[in-house]
């Protein structure tokens, strides 16, 4: 691919070990990602998204 495989060609071949090390490690670090978006990012953000402001009355 002459080095254009992208960001997630360049993680696999920096992780350590052979590919059933490197697909665990890889499993674990999106669990970290997912797990620090829902704890922090996403209750950060939510206030600042517009989903509470209803245009529509009950009438």
């Not at 997630?8 to 670090?29: C, T």
């Amino acid at each position: 691919m002459n080095g254009r495989d992208g960001m997630y060609g360049w993680i696999w071949r920096h992780l350590p070990g052979n590919a059933w090390v490197k697909a665990l490690i890889s499993f674990v670090l999106v669990l970290a990602v997912v797990y620090v978006l829902f704890q922090y990012v996403f209750p950060w953000a939510e206030p600042l998204l517009p989903f509470n402001d209803v245009t529509v009355d009950n009438q």
